[in-house]
C-alpha cells in the first residue's frame, strides 16, 4: 500500500515542504530514496526499536521510500516522526486519514519518545503558508511552533501520536503564548544601566551608539567594568518588533539554541563569543549548515571582548555581514544565506599591561609598545566602529554609593526618540534605517555643518592628525547627537562632542 506524509526541511533560516511517500509490497528490502543525509538514512534503526518498544510491528516487506522533491538535499533526524507514521500507514496500523492535514516533525528514541528538533519555528511557518491544517511536533517545541496561529499537536512518544492519527484523541491544549500576547514580555533584561554606577560618560557613549545604532568599541584596564557596560546595552535599545523577534527566532531555532518549551526570543541577543572562535563559529557554515555567531545575534549586540585576541581572519569575515548586514555561507554541497544585522560592541585594554592612565596603577608599557598593540586592530574593521570610548575605573569608594541610577527603560525612551526622526528622515529606503549606516550621498544631504562648525572640524583634524575616515564618522556621530536633542541642525556643540569619540584614530590615547 503507497501512503504519503509530509514533513518539511531547512535551509537557511527558510523551510521547504517535503512530502514523504511510504510503499510496501512484496520483498524484504529497505530503502530511502531522493538525497537524504545520514541522520535520515540511520533512521531505520532508531524507528524499528521505537516501534516495537510500543507493540507495532516493522513490516517484513520490502519497504521503499521517496522523499520529494528528489532534486533537495534532506537532513536532520527529525525525518523519524513522519518516516514512523508514513510505514504505520502503509502497513495498515494506523488511519491515513489525517496524514495530509498534517506537518509532521520529531526525532524518536529507542523507546518511541519523541525528541526536540531544530527548525521548528521556520517549519511551522512553511506549514501554514502551504495551507496544512496543523503541526504534530515534539512536546518541548510545542511552545515554539505555537507563536503560528495553527493547531499545533504537541507529541509525547509514538502511541500518543497514533491515537491523534486514529481519531482517538484532540491535540493536546499548548501553553498559551500566540503571538498576540507578544508585547507584554518584552525589555526583561537581567543588566540594566541604573546597576552602574558612575561611568557616566560611557553611559552617554551607549546611549548615542544605540540611538544611532553606531558600532562601539571600549578601552579601559580589566575590572573598570567594560563587559558590565556592554551586558546592559541590549536593554536601552528599541524594543523588539513581533518581525524581528520572528526572525530572531527563526536563527536561534535553526541553530538549536532555543530552551525546551521557549516560544519566542523576546528580547534583543547579546552574544559574546571567545576569542579563540574559528571563522565558521563566527559567521556559520559548517558540514552541515549552521548559523554562527553574527546570526545568532541578529537584532541584538555581538560583543567582542578582547579585540586584540581574535585571530585576525576572524575579524576579517565580519566585513561583509559589517556592510551588508547578512551573510553568504557557502560549501561544496550547499550555499545559504543568514541574516546578521548586529550591534558590534568590542573592548580592548589601553596597552599591553594594561593600565595605561589607570588612577592608581603604574602603566609599564613604552610608547612604541602601546602604538604596535593598537596597530593590532587598525584598518577596515575599526573603519566600521563610529564611537571610541575609554573607560576608567569608578574609585571603590564610589561603588558603594546607594543614589538612584537611571534605569535602562528611561534611556531607551531618549533612543526611541532618536530612532523616529531616522525612520522619517530615511522612510522610504530599503535597507537604511539608522544614521550609522548612510553613504556619502546620504550624508551630504543630512549632515550639513554651518561654518563654524566646518573649522572646527578642520582645526581638530590638524591637531589629532585626524584621517578622511574620521571625518565621516564624527559627522554621522554628530548627527546622532543632533537627533537626541531634537535639533534639525547639528551644531559645533554636537561636532565637539563627536570628534571626543575618535581616540583611536590619534596615534593613541589623548590620555
Ligand atoms: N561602575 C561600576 N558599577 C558597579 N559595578 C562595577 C562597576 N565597575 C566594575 N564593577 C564591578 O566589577 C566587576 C568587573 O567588571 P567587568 O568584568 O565588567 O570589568 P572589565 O572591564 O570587563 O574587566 P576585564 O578587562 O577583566 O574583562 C563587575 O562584575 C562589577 O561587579
Ligand atoms: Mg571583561
Ligand atoms: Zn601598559
Redo the contacts with the bound molecule.
Sequence with gaps: MLVKTFTSSLHGIGATIISIEVNITQGIRFFIVGLADHAIRESQQRIESALSCNGFEWPRFRIVINLAPADLRKEGSHFDLPLAMGILAASNQVSSQRLGDYLMLGELSLDGSVMPVKGVLPMTLEAKEKGFKGVIVPVKNAGEASVVDMEVIPASGVKSVVSFLNGCADGLPVPEETSSSFPERRDHYAYDFS?????EAVKRAMLIAAAGNHNLI?A????????????CLPSILPSMTLEESLQTTKIHSVAGKMDANASLVTTRPFRSPHHSISDIGMIGGGATPRPGEISLAHNGVLFL??LPEFKRHVLEVLRQPLEERIINVSRANYAVVYPANFMLVA?M?PCPC?FYNHPQKECTCGPGMIKKYLSRISGPLLDRIDIHME?V??PFG??TGSGELEKSDSIREQVALARSFQKRRFSGMDHIFSNAQMEPGLMKKHCMIDRPGVSMLHMATERFGLSARAFDRILKVSRTIADLEGSERILAPHLAEAINYRNLDREGWSG
Design positions: 546597576q552602574v554606577k558612575g561611568q571600549m579601559g584596564p580589566p575590572g573598570s567594568g567594560k563587559t558590565m557596560l556592554a551586558r571582548d578582547e573592548s585594554n594594561g573607560v575605573p569608578v564610589n561603588l
